[in-house]
């Protein structure tokens, strides 16, 4: 049996899932250098979303919002209301 776990480089959360985990990819570059790819450094990491959240590293429209959004009606729904709606609104 293969187990993968997912680690977060910089707090040490660890997961089952790669779900909720950011690569994170970082390059130095000294300011005014001319010469390109001369002191250039890169690093990559991966981050759990609680580390992402602290350096307000994630989109607007988190997961945690996205989850509170109403889902759309299902067409049982609307015809139940367009039912309801002709029975109280008789012609
Ligand atoms: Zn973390």
Redesign the pocket.
Known sequence: MIVTTYT??????SQDEGSQMWEIELTRKEKGLKFMGAQKTKLNAL??????E?HDLLPSASLKEVENIKPPPTIEDIIQEMIEDALSNPI
């Open positions: 977060c480089d910089r707090c040490n959360h981050w759990c979303r609680s580390c992402m602290a």
